[in-house]
Structure formats: structure tokens, C-alpha cells
DNA sequence: TGCCAGGAGTTAG
DNA sequence: CTAACTCATGGC
């Protein structure tokens, strides 16, 4: 049996298609399935409701609606974002994006394996990485996995990181997981700290920079101040606010955190997944 | 500051 | 089909 979820300023195609998360998958029935804290969720939008599934706890409405943020004021967010003629057509266009809430070990361990990757090249050595480390769980008769555990991954040594194909970040990896699992970076603590201790705690771990940073605390934390600068929202920016002159990731991000109101990371994402549809 | 790191996906030819 | 190019970058 299905179950039904009314929503409101909810898009989830465009939400799960933007690049935030790397898990989830659209099979030829029109439902999206993925995985996330443990369970797997088999998921569709008509209209302003949601049909969906979860397993193995059965109608999980608490987990959509923390991983969907479904609390979100969101006209109140736009009309933060909404200062210029740019942003508002990628406001307008992708109507009901929502950054999601994820688990911030996934969510970290994700975008350190994400440096200088694609991102089907991402999905494919997560899914690795979920398969050789994770829990089964059989769902409609398909076998789905959970993401590792802090403890499954503290285990490995160099090599078994190296195994996943993984290639120069098999390092970044080790260090993150030993800084995770002894509680130097404590990921529990990080949700109270601001914005900017937050960030600098995690760029202790050896491979992460301010872009995976960022994308860590915007993605997993909702620290909507955060705005990270890949290739694509960086050429972004530089065209729609900077006609093209050649400025650094620091001056773009600053500007954008003064420029967006209460929710850069919202504007970031608006506009990295317009940018992104347009050129492909 | 610039260059390198592995390898998969994508595209040009 | 193969080769070249590209890649949600950070470290040194």
C-alpha cells in the first residue's frame, strides 16, 4: 500500500535530479527509488501530493518530511533569493527545488569521492562503495543497500579504499573516517556551531576544501549561508554578475553571500541546476 | 602560483 | 571503434 503526502511549493524530480544527492534512481514505472537513513524509499509526485513507500519501517512520514525539509517556509525563502532578473528566471523555471536534509557522513564521504569526478562517475563509486560495505535490504524483490556505517568504513586500511577505484582521494577518505569515528571532527557537534567554525572544522579533514565544505553543510546541515563554487555555478556567476570577468571563487561566494538574502545556498542551487540544463 | 592525481563517462572523429 | 577531453577540486 502506498501512502500519500500533501505538499506545497514541491518539485521532486527537479529536487532529486539537480546533483545534490547521488543514490537515487527513476525507474521506468515513473518512481524514484533511494535509500536514505537505512531505508529505502520508492517515491512519486502527482500534483501537490507524494505517493510513497518506505522499508523496512512502513509509512515514514517523519523521514520525508525531515529529508524533504518539508518545513521550510518557502515563499519566504524566495522572496529572500529573489533580487534580480537571473535568479528569478531559475526560481521561476525550477519552482519547488528543495535542498534536501541528508545524513552528513553520507553526505561528506559523497563529496570527497565527488572531487573532479562527473557525476555519474560519483554515483557509480558510491554505489560501489554502498554494495561491497553496506546492509542488504529486499524491497518489492530488488535488493537495495544501505550507505556504509562510520564503524563498517573504520576497518578499511589504504589499500581496501584504493580497491574502490577511488584513485588520489583513497587518502582523503581514510582521514575523514579516522577524524569522523575518533571524534576530532565531530559531525553531531557541528549542526550548533556557525556557519564559519563549521567550515573550518571540516576542512581539518585532510581532501576537503571549502567547496566540499560547503556542499557538506548546505546539504546535510542546512547552513543556508554556505554557497559552494564548482565549475559550472562558478561560470555561472561570472556571466550573470560579473560579465565575464575572470574573478576568484572567494570574491563570487562573498558576493553571493551578501547578495542572497538569508538563503545563498538556495540561490546556488537554482541557479547551478539552471545553468547546468541550459548547456547540456 | 601552477600542476598533478586515477579513472570513468562522454564526445569528436 | 578509438582517442581525446572532461570532471560538484584539493594538496603540495
Redesign the pocket.
Known sequence: MLSKLKVKNFDLDSSLC???AFRWKKAKNGYWYGVVSGQVIKIKQEDDSLLFRTSPFKQNIYLLNKYFNLDLSYPRMVRSINKDEHIARAIKKYSGLRILHQEPFECLISYIV????????IS?LINNLCKRYGKKIEFEGRIFHTFPTIDALKKLNLRDFKAL?V??RARYLKDAVAKISSRKVDLDSLEKLEYREAREKLMEI????????D?VLLFAFNKYEAF?I????GRAMRKYYFRNKNVTDKIIREFAQNHFGKYPGYA??FL?HYFRCLHK
Open positions: 539537480c546533483g545534490q565527488s572531487i573532479n569526478k562527473n557525476i555519474p562517475a557509480m577505484r584513485g588520489f585532510i581532501g576537503v576544501g571549502g567547496k566540499v565544505a556542499c559552494p564548482d565549475l559550472w555555478i546556488q542551487e547551478y
